[in-house]
């Protein structure tokens, strides 16, 4: 496969989909700058090796919520992946428990939460949305933690979608169906979402929510240090800072930059991720320097997925399993642990 890079999946899965899943896929909201911003506020900052240490052996290896994962990051909750493969969440799902990473999966795959189990080992969560008929939360959670996911990651940056122009350029009415929930064809796919999403949900339904299971909670879309610090007060085991791939609200700052910010409030109390904006090993390393305890990637996967199938996501782990092996071996870091804050400026 003649893919040297993530990023060189993007033109490819450009290529393989049509306009209408290129624009769900690709999209941010309004003027796209903070979907831009992910990406470059990584390339801002710089890396500060330390020489003369013993990297004859990398261990790329960690745990989050306790579990081992084979590299600091995993496959964040994208809908809809069955626009990219008649198999859908299957095929990355089957690649992330082959090669060691978490995947985590979304209210609206396109295959059921069960099908998605039945791809056997591999770590998995369970991405919530909450929708105004709480029973339907109730009936996932339930579900989830019946077929083996081992957290609840609650998305709490979507009351209501992001203004998408993408996406209203080239409306998504055909979606292929949805694996969790019922879900009729013909209007646009991002109404449909707007139409049945929670927005009164605050901080006192998650009380409830963690009723509902014995599960982890994971509170996924954080940007600051107040919201971390009462995610943690809530009874959240980790967060994820993460805008939404820049989908939600437009102008915020780059996930990258917040990162700080949210590690300082939770202070070892929580586990803390992030995703938005994550294309390199060497990314990977800036994260956890920063104090992410690993990171999650969206559109990389999809576009290996909707290019290459299953040796395209597989292609995927092995170029960023390489290159956080060089990345820590060139910055003088043997494990995950020795990553350290004065290794990025
Ligand atoms: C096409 C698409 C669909 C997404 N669907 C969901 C979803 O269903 N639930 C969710 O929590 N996040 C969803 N996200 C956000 C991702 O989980 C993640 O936050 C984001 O993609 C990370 O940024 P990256 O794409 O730059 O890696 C979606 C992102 C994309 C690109």
Same mark, same amino acid.
Request: charged share 25%; glycine share 10%; hydrophobic share 45%.
């Given at each position: #496969?003649?893919?040297?890079? !993530?990023?060189?999946?993007? =033109?490819?899965?450009?290529?393989?989909?049509?306009?209408?899943?290129?624009?769900?896929?690709?999209?941010?909201?309004?003027?796209?700058?903070?979907?831009?911003?992910?990406?470059?506020?990584?390339? @801002?900052?710089?890396? &500060?090796?330390?020489? /003369?240490?013993?990297?004859?052996?990398?261990?790329?290896?960690?745990?989050?919520?306790?579990?081992?994962?084979?590299?600091?990051? %995993?496959?964040?909750?994208?809908?809809?992946?069955?626009?990219?493969?008649?198999? *859908?969440?299957?095929?990355?799902?089957?690649?992330?428990?082959?090669?060691?990473?978490?995947?985590?999966?979304?209210?609206?795959?396109?295959?059921?939460?069960?099908?998605?189990?039945?791809?056997?080992?591999?770590?998995?969560?369970?991405?919530?949305?909450?929708?105004?008929?709480?029973?339907?939360?109730?009936?996932?959670? &339930?579900?989830?933690?019946?077929?083996?996911? @081992?957290?609840?990651?609650?998305?709490?940056?979507?009351?209501?979608? *992001?203004?998408?122009?993408?996406?209203?350029?080239?409306?998504?009415?055909?979606?292929?169906?949805?694996?969790?929930?019922?879900?009729?064809?013909?209007?646009?796919?991002?109404?449909?979402?707007?139409?049945?999403?929670?927005?009164?949900?605050?901080?006192?339904?998650?009380?409830?929510?963690?009723?509902?299971?014995?599960?982890?909670?994971?509170?996924?879309?954080? /940007?600051?240090?107040?919201?971390?610090? !009462?995610?943690?007060?809530?009874?959240?085991?980790?967060?994820?800072?993460?805008?939404?791939?820049? @989908?939600? /609200?437009?102008?915020?700052?780059?996930?990258?930059?917040?990162?700080?910010? $949210?590690?300082?409030?939770?202070?070892? @109390?929580?586990? $803390?991720?992030?995703?938005?904006?994550?294309?390199?090993?060497?990314?990977?390393? #800036?994260? /956890?320097?920063?104090?992410?305890?690993?990171?999650? !990637?969206? &559109?990389?996967?999809?576009?290996?997925?909707?290019? =290459? %199938?299953?040796?395209?996501?597989?292609?995927?782990?092995?170029?960023?399993?390489?290159?956080?092996e060089a990345a820590m071996a060139l910055l003088g870091c043997p494990t995950v642990a020795a990553v350290t804050r004065d290794r990025v400026r």
């Amino acid at each position: #496969m003649d893919v040297h890079a !993530l990023a060189d999946f993007e =033109a490819l899965a450009r290529e393989a989909l049509s306009p209408e899943a290129w624009g769900y896929y690709a999209g941010g909201a309004w003027d796209e700058v903070t979907l831009r911003e992910n990406e470059a506020a990584f390339r @801002r900052r710089f890396l &500060r090796p330390r020489v /003369l240490v013993d990297v004859s052996r990398v261990d790329t290896a960690t745990t989050i919520l306790g579990e081992r994962i084979s590299l600091p990051v %995993g496959v964040a909750p994208v809908a809809l992946q069955g626009l990219a493969h008649p198999e *859908g969440e299957v095929v990355p799902a089957r690649v992330a428990g082959r090669t060691g990473l978490p995947y985590v999966l979304s209210t609206f795959s396109s295959r059921s939460l069960e099908t998605v189990a039945a791809v056997g080992r591999g770590l998995r969560w369970f991405q919530l949305y909450v929708q105004q008929d709480r029973r339907i939360a109730e009936q996932l959670v &339930r579900r989830a933690a019946e077929a083996g996911y @081992r957290a609840i990651v609650l998305t709490v940056d979507l009351p209501r979608p *992001g203004i998408r122009e993408r996406e209203r350029r080239h409306p998504l009415t055909e979606t292929g169906g949805l694996g969790n929930v019922p879900h009729t064809e013909g209007a646009q796919f991002i109404d449909v979402i707007g139409g049945l999403m929670d927005a009164s949900l605050d901080w006192d339904d998650l009380a409830w929510l963690r009723s509902l299971s014995d599960l982890p909670l994971v509170l996924k879309g954080i /940007l600051g240090g107040e919201d971390a610090r !009462l995610a943690v007060e809530h009874g959240a085991s980790a967060v994820i800072v993460s805008n939404h791939g820049g @989908r939600q /609200l437009d102008r915020v700052p780059a996930t990258i930059d917040v990162l700080e910010e $949210v590690v300082a409030a939770v202070d070892g @109390r929580a586990e $803390v991720y992030l995703d938005g904006g994550v294309r390199r090993g060497t990314d990977v390393v #800036m994260a /956890l320097a920063l104090g992410a305890r690993a990171v999650f !990637l969206g &559109r990389p996967f999809l576009y290996a997925l909707a290019a =290459a %199938g299953e040796a395209g996501v597989t292609r995927a782990v092995e170029l960023l399993r390489e290159e956080v092996e060089a990345a820590m071996a060139l910055l003088g870091c043997p494990t995950v642990a020795a990553v350290t804050r004065d290794r990025v400026r």
